[in-house]
């Protein structure tokens, strides 16, 4: 199997759990996050895996080759690292809201960037079994940009809460993915074990 992981973070999550159960099926997988310290904690926990390749590099939808990445002051690893400078700061308010505190500060730093077509041009004109998006933000504009007359990937994961800015959806950018994927054949789903997620399936 073929697989492409935007947004790996540390590692140990539901892409994972499947990788580990298929091991001796697997291929070509490229693991890929803006966050070198995060890829560096994720190649670590898949250290014991022979067909990893990992990429530091920010996903983005025009043809910069470098852009700001903006992270928590204290968690430059966090899962809320984006390279939307709102989208970090929305949800470290929310966090401060909850927990009555401060919000934590953000900082940026100078990230090298890429389109998603060079990273799907790494299989080499295979077919991608399963593409999976989680980059705070953008998924629905990363998606949008895949030329799927050139790339043919059977199964995308992608969150869809924050599609049109942090905790804004079921607007624009999310109807323009979800038109897009159906006239390419694809099932619409959520997930039923995330409700973040949206599942598209390829039909055969």
């Known amino acids: ?94 966090e401060g809201n909850i927990y009555k505190k401060d919000p934590e500060k953000v900082k940026k730093q100078k990230v090298a960037a890429t389109r998603i077509s060079k990273l799907l041009d790494y299989f080499q004109g295979e077919y991608i079994d399963r593409l999976y998006v989680d980059i705070e933000g953008l998924d629905c504009k990363i998606i949008n940009d895949i030329d799927f007359e050139k790339y043919n990937i059977g199964y995308i994961r992608f969150e869809w809460t924050h599609s049109d800015g942090a905790f804004t959806y079921e607007s624009e950018n999310m109807d323009k993915t979800v038109k897009n994927l159906m006239d390419q054949k694809y099932m619409i789903l959520q997930d039923p074990d995330c409700k973040e997620d949206i599942l598209a399936i390829k039909h055969v």
Request: aromatic share 10%; glycine share 2%.
């Open 1 to 94: 199997m073929n697989i492409l992981q935007l947004g790996c973070n540390q590692g140990d999550d539901k892409l994972s759990e499947f990788l580990r159960f298929n091991k001796r099926y697997l291929s070509k997988v490229l693991l890929v996050d803006a966050s070198a310290s995060a890829l560096q904690k994720a190649k670590h926990f898949y250290r014991h895996f022979d067909c990893i390749e990992f990429n530091n590099v920010a996903v983005i939808d025009t043809d910069e080759d470098e852009i700001d990445l903006f992270y928590p002051e204290n968690t430059p690893d966090n899962v809320h690292c984006s390279v939307l400078e709102s989208h970090v700061k929305k949800h470290k308010q929310i």
